[in-house]
């Protein structure tokens, strides 16, 4: 007996059991919108070297790209005084509408576990489809594991039962450690490691955002593990990395709404022009590695909408000591801008008037057919076609 039958046959002798939600709510409608793939073009990036036909190092985005879509040069990260204009608050803007939607949970000092305190895109979606875990995914960078925090938010109508899953290098060594303990149980030595390395990643977790058991991600996992085993070819690090486990996750887990957490522009911290803009077009080349991929599969082709978006931006006063710094919340830290593209949104223009990053939840929440309740701001409705 199938799933589906089984399903039907429940249903017919126990009447209303809603039996399409796991969750054990009122059942949840079929999704039948487009997918959507958010990109953050993260690390902090301004638009002189982004968006800037005279000196951008993101070709692809700028040439190929954004005639597909709506360009929106000028979005702003709100003023607000005393607010850090940076990754986490800014990925937080985009996934739940609302700035300082957020509160630190970390008890130690200079550690930042930054967790959403208003609903995620992600949440909204599940809440109101019928969308598997696997089936909305967050790709993380391997350095930032306080980013798996941006999966869900403390909030008690929505919250882990709506949450995305994560894939990540720092998700994959949790997995993996597990996998290794129970093949390994009997090397007393190699265990006790293991364990350690085990503990070390609790450790870090916030109370209830232990990840679920997942038989679609053990499956990923362990392809992923046969693909780059010990003995094989060494897997692609930094923002390359989030590239080849978005792609990976389009063809395995099909998922219908995916952000991709790009990061490595942020190097320049350590006062290295290059790193930045080489982290840029590295950006550049994974963005249409993304897209080649969705024109190429039939389950994305015509039906995906990308909506790429900087989390913040650098500041460009020659001045500094340390250039291209960004957590002061100076103007061209807060000047961002966005590229929506896809289904249902108009192509080949470029947007005259200034929109705000908080209007990303509304817009992605329109294109899904779902409404951002906790959103402070509206859709960016210019860009529909
Ligand atoms: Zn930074």
Redesign the pocket.
Known sequence: MDRRHFNTGLAASFGAVALNSSLGGPARAAYRGPNVVIVRFG??VRRSETIDPQRTYAPYLLNSLAPRGVLVPDMQIADIEGMDT??AEGTINILTGRYAAWRDATQELLLNKIEPTSPTLFEYLRKAYDIAPHEALLINGEDRPQEEFFSFARHNKFGGDFRAEVLSLYRYKRWLYGKLLEENGSDEVLAGQLRDSIRKIEKHELPGRSPRANVRLDAFWQQWREDYRDDGFVNPRGDRLLTELAVRAMRKLRPRLMMINY?DP?Y??WGNASHYTRAIAIIDQGLQRLVNEADRLDQYANNTVFVVVPD?G?DSSPLKELPF???FNTRSAREIWTLVLGPGIDSGRVLDHTVDQTQIAATIGAVMGFKAGYSEAGAIDAVFS
Do not use: E, I, L, T
């Open positions: 690390g902090g940076s990754h990061q942020d320049v911290h913040c650098r710094q960004h957590h």
